[in-house]
């Protein structure tokens, strides 16, 4: 399972910025994605920022971001990618944002979800 971020950048407060997570690989379903961000200087945990479902019916967003931020997904047949449009951004959204994913695989040897993670991709948003 490979998972892939882009789209992060530089931007000024106000400005819109896309991320993208791509998803590769055989055989497995992915379930729920995520996104979440790190910022350094508030500690080390990755912050949750905005989840959707299989069925791409049901989200959840950080407080801080809701109304600015909205996560989709492309579940066709052979896409799963995921998207993060961010508006009006703030100096507080800078961060590495991360992608992750739950898959589950098609071989009966591997029961259960298994979580997967991007590299992550740089968000700047200067004031």
């Known amino acids: 399972v490979q998972v892939v971020e882009s789209g992060g950048g530089l931007a000024q407060t106000g400005d819109s910025l896309r991320l993208s997570c791509a998803v590769s690989?055989?055989?497995?379903?992915?379930?729920?994605m995520s996104w979440y961000r790190h910022s350094p200087g508030k500690g080390p945990q990755r912050e949750l920022v905005a989840t959707i479902t299989h069925g791409g019916h049901s989200a959840y967003y950080l407080d801080s971001v809701k109304g600015r931020f909205t996560i989709s997904r492309d579940n066709t047949e052979n896409s799963n990618t995921m998207y993060l449009q961010m508006d009006n951004l703030e100096p507080e959204d800078t961060a590495v944002y991360y992608c992750?994913?739950?898959?589950?695989?098609?071989?009966?040897?591997?029961?259960?979800?298994?979580?997967?993670w991007g590299q992550g991709t740089q968000v700047t948003v200067s004031s």
């Open positions: 992750k994913v739950s898959v589950r695989f098609a071989s009966p040897w591997y029961e259960g979800e298994y979580d997967y």
């Open positions: 690989g055989n055989s497995f379903t992915v379930f729920t």
